[in-house]
């Protein structure tokens, strides 16, 4: 699975370890995070992600 990387500050999302702490299981695509979604460090959404 690749990883994503948000364009404004560098967070990065890792399905394979997914964001317990935002409710997002492990193994979770980045496809199939809610269309609501946001960084959450900056709050931007998931279309300012790239992926790595």
Known sequence: ???YVCDVC?????PE???PEGGIA???AFEDLPED?????CG??????SAE
Not at 37 to 41: A, E, M, N, S
Not at 44 to 49: L, S
């Open 1 to 3: 699975m690749k990883k």
């Open 44 to 49: 931007v959404g998931k279309d300012q992600f």
């Open 10 to 14: 560098g967070w990065e999302y890792d």
């Open 37 to 41: 979604f946001v960084c959450p460090l």
């Open 17 to 19: 370890a997914g964001y």
């Open 26 to 28: 492990p193994g979770t």
